[in-house]
């Protein structure tokens, strides 16, 4: 794929080598000379000098053959400005924006963004996780976060201890994707019982976590 | 009418001013304080401080009932946030956008009730429409 990144300070660099490795063909845009010139040394991409809310700065990054556009500078406007640029000027057909504010995310959707960071979010939300349950640990989200894969220790006055499964009352949108005891991974049944100690992978909406957390951590 | 404006730099201010003074109901919305000097000494409306790309703020001006909404920073990015804020989330009937750089104008094209008024295409306007009515002479 056709990528253009924007801005993006320390991140973009990460990021610049991640996409180039899975083979994708990289232009960045950047308006600081001494980071852009960073950027062409040391990463195989071409390097825009410029700023991106400029049309012939796009044009320039060839945004007219791009398949996706990631901007990623702190400030929303220019996000939602340089990705709606790309779109209307140049028919670039994904657009992924940063989003700082969490309250523009919905906006953004709207507007026709398709791919939306919420990194406040994101990053509150792992943040709280990890201060309230030292037991549970997050191990990835999917699709921008809609989707949360992550683990519970059981905890001895869990509700769930010695019941099986199927027994405990857990929301549909709950998924058990494996129980690990002593080391070993099973992975769960409806028969399959829960013993304090075991951990489980569990999968589900970032929402429901709480509840997940609650069954088996034990706590309120 | 019942109009809130963005923006008390010399064009919001000058707007503001005019609008207060032939009876409407006027409320300016600037993140400067500095700026709400700008605004001449019989304005009668209210001023709020803040950034306007805040929905909080956006509602402490009472945007979800104005008639009109005024986007006039000088700043066609925040402006552009700021309008599409004002239709999505508080469903404002009528928006007119300052814009600065020409090249931003298309930006505007399918949006419905939104009106631009790009500032150097007017102004180039007015100049040729001048010249050539000379030149006809």
């Known amino acids: 794929m056709d990528i253009i990144l924007v801005g993006g300070g320390k991140l973009i660099y990460h990021l610049a080598k991640k996409l180039i490795s899975k083979g994708h063909f990289l232009t960045i845009i950047n308006k600081d000379r001494k980071l852009a010139e960073d950027l062409a040394r040391e990463i195989n991409a071409t390097v825009v000098l410029g700023d991106a809310t400029n049309k012939t700065v796009l044009e320039d990054a060839g945004a007219y053959k791009a398949d996706n556009l990631v901007s990623l500078t702190q400030k929303d406007h220019n996000n939602l400005f340089i990705c709606k640029m790309a779109m209307e000027y140049f028919g670039v057909e994904r657009t992924t924006a940063l989003v700082n504010n969490p309250e523009n995310e919905e906006l953004f959707n709207t507007l026709g963004i398709t791919g939306i960071f919420n990194i406040t979010d994101l990053i509150s939300s792992i943040i709280e996780q990890s201060v309230s349950a030292d037991d549970v640990s997050n191990l990835t989200m999917i699709e921008e976060g809609k989707l949360s894969i992550f683990q519970v220790e059981v905890s001895p006055n869990s509700e769930a201890v010695g019941k099986e499964i199927k027994d405990i009352d857990l ?14 991974i099973t992975i769960p049944r409806g028969g399959s019982q829960i013993k304090s100690g075991d951990k489980i992978v569990i999968i589900s909406l970032p929402e429901e976590q709480a509840e997940a957390i609650k069954v088996f951590g034990g706590e309120e | 009418m019942f109009i809130v404006i963005i923006g008390c730099g010399r064009t919001g201010s000058l707007l503001a001013g005019n609008l207060s003074r032939s009876g409407h109901e006027v409320v300016v919305i600037e993140h400067d304080p500095e ?6 000494v019989d304005f009668s409306g209210f001023q709020i401080e803040g950034d306007a790309a805040e929905n909080d703020i956006l509602k402490e001006g009472r945007i979800e009932s104005a008639d009109l909404v005024i986007v006039s920073t000088g700043n066609d990015q925040i402006n552009y946030l700021v309008s599409q804020m004002a239709k999505v989330n508080f469903d404002v009937p009528r928006i007119m956008v300052r814009i600065i750089d020409p090249a931003v104008e298309k930006m505007y094209e399918k949006v419905e009730r939104v009106e631009v008024f790009s500032q150097i295409s007017l102004l180039a306007e007015n100049m040729i429409n001048k010249i050539e009515r000379e030149g006809m002479r």
């Open chain 1, 171 to 184: 929301p549909m949108t709950i998924v058990l994707g494996g129980i690990i005891r002593n080391g070993e």
């Open chain 2, 35 to 40: 700026s709400f000097a700008l605004l001449p």
